[in-house]
Every structure is written in structure tokens, then in C-alpha cells.
């Protein structure tokens, strides 16, 4: 089992860039693939990115293509996702979430474990 918890959620302008992370606990993170998602208020939580196992394969939501990078440091447990030419359709709860597979997926459904979410708010 694995335990994830993000940070780096915050407040910036509309063209801005933030980075959140995902910091996940246990000594087996390299087994897990890794995805982003996000909800909006009042809308259903959707995907962002994902990365695989290896790192060597990503996919993004076309909404992010682009704009958003999505990044993964085995040796410090952390998946990053890195946002730049911000939008305010960008503000949203984002979720880091793991699913024990070697490949990036896209499904909500599919992942395993989750993290709380860490807020993020583009204002206009």
C-alpha cells in the first residue's frame, strides 16, 4: 500500500506558472505508475497526465497538452506536475493518484491509491 500526499497548490495570475508535487510513502514507488487529475466545482474530477513506471511514456488531457509537464524522481518518491500559461479552467483540486502497472493510464477507475488533493486557483 501506498500512502500520497500534495503540496505546492496556491493563488496565481492567469499566464502563470506552479508546480505541485506528490510525495508517496513506502520504499516501492518505482512500481507505480502515476497519474494527475483534477476537479473543478460542481464538475466530475478528470484527468490531467500520467507517467509510467519507467518515466519513459506520459499522456496528457488535450485541455493541458503542451502547457503542463508531468514528471516523476524515483529516488526522492515525488511526482511532480509542473503548470505554466495558466488558466482560470485550470483552478481546480488536483490529485496525485498510483496504480501498481507499468503503463501511464488515463482512468480515474484504474488507479489505486490517492492523495487529498492540494487546492489550485488561477484568477483572471
Known amino acids: 500500500q501506498v500512502q500520497l500526499v500534495e503540496s505546492g497548490g496556491g493563488l496565481v495570475q492567469a499566464g502563470g506558472s506552479l508546480r505541485v508535487s506528490c510525495v508517496a510513502s513506502?520504499?516501492?514507488?518505482?512500481?507505480?505508475?502515476l497519474g494527475w487529475f483534477r476537479q473543478a466545482p460542481g464538475k466530475q474530477r478528470e484527468f490531467v497526465a500520467a507517467?509510467?513506471?519507467?518515466?519513459?511514456?506520459?499522456r496528457y488531457a488535450d485541455s493541458v497538452k503542451g502547457r503542463f509537464t508531468i514528471s516523476r524522481d524515483n529516488a526522492k518518491n515525488t511526482v511532480y506536475l509542473q503548470m505554466n500559461s495558466l488558466k482560470p479552467e485550470d483552478t481546480a483540486v488536483y490529485y496525485c493518484?498510483?496504480?501498481?502497472?507499468?503503463?501511464?493510464?488515463?482512468?480515474?477507475?484504474?488507479?489505486?491509491?490517492w492523495g487529498q488533493g492540494t487546492q489550485v486557483t488561477v484568477s483572471s
Open positions: 493518484a498510483a496504480r501498481t502497472s507499468s503503463f501511464a493510464h488515463t482512468l480515474s477507475q484504474e488507479y489505486e491509491y
Open positions: 507517467i509510467s513506471r519507467s518515466g519513459s511514456s506520459t
Open positions: 513506502g520504499r516501492t514507488f518505482g512500481r507505480y505508475a
